[in-house]
Structure formats: C-alpha cells, structure tokens
C-alpha cells in the first residue's frame, strides 16, 4: 500500500542538504516509498539560497524525479481563504506557508515541516516521522 503523498516544507530540505542524520535517513526512506512531492514555493525558497551554480544543478536534477503540484485557481482561493479566516482569528501566517498548506489540502498531501505555523492551518496534515 502507498503511502500518502508528503510535501516537504523548506526548513526540512535545509536540514537535509546540511547532512542531518535523522532528517537525511527519514527522507531517503520517503524518496524510496515514492512518497516525496514538489511545489514551487519550496523550489523558490531552496534556490534562492543556493550560490554554487553546480550544486543548484545537482538539486534541480535530483528534483526532477519527484511529482511537482502546481497552483491554479481553486488553490488560490484556498489559500486567499485560509489567510483570511486566520487572519479574521487574529493569526498572521507567511504567505509561502499558505501556499504550501492549499496544495497539502487540495492534493490531500501531508507536511513534513518542523514549522509552527503550519500547526495554526486548519486541514493541514503534519507528517509525523517515528525518530525524530
């Protein structure tokens, strides 16, 4: 049986390619299940912060072996609907998060992410490792 789909946050990736035991050993596994997903908000934020020109190659490369999940309208509107019944609660979240958590929630995906905010999202399911 596969696993649900798993969109992973930023912060998560980071701590991947700065060679963190438990986070690099957990994403190995999902990348072996299938389990991993893209977005582009997570491609902007990695890239940004990328300065060697190989090493961007290399990510964008092994990057492309993952399903990417695109905005269109109806995620849009997630997500601008999210923002404001947060916001209406007093509760201000990043808009990139916002982004991130519509697609989890349209596609039916999980959130491996170490970021609060994301506890603040209604619908949002967290991926939940074992050993971290």
């Given at each position: 049986?596969?696993?649900?789909?798993?969109?992973?946050?930023?912060?998560?990736?980071?701590?991947?390619?700065?060679?963190?035991?438990?986070?690099?050993?957990?994403?190995?596994?999902?990348?072996?299940?299938?389990?991993l997903?893209?977005?582009?908000?997570?491609?902007?934020?990695?890239?940004?912060?990328?300065?060697?020109?190989?090493?961007?190659?290399?990510?964008?490369?092994?990057?492309?072996?993952?399903?990417?999940?695109?905005?269109?309208?109806?995620t849009?509107?997630?997500?601008?609907?999210?923002?404001?019944?947060?916001?209406?609660?007093?509760?201000?979240?990043p808009?990139?998060?916002?982004?991130?958590?519509?697609?989890?929630?349209?596609?039916?995906?999980?959130?491996?992410?170490?970021?609060?905010?994301?506890?603040?999202?209604?619908?949002?399911?967290?991926?939940?490792?074992?050993?971290?």
């Amino acid at each position: 049986m596969k696993m649900a789909s798993i969109i992973v946050d930023t912060c998560i990736w980071i701590e991947y390619f700065k060679g963190c035991p438990t986070i690099k050993e957990e994403l190995e596994n999902l990348m072996r299940a299938h389990s991993l997903c893209l977005c582009g908000i997570v491609i902007y934020e990695l890239f940004q912060g990328i300065k060697d020109p190989k090493e961007k190659e290399m990510v964008r490369t092994d990057f492309e072996a993952f399903p990417y999940l695109e905005m269109n309208r109806s995620t849009w509107e997630i997500a601008a609907n999210l923002s404001l019944s947060l916001r209406n609660r007093g509760i201000t979240i990043p808009s990139s998060d916002l982004i991130l958590a519509s697609l989890a929630i349209k596609n039916k995906c999980m959130v491996f992410t170490n970021d609060a905010h994301f506890d603040k999202i209604p619908d949002t399911y967290i991926y939940q490792p074992k050993k971290l």
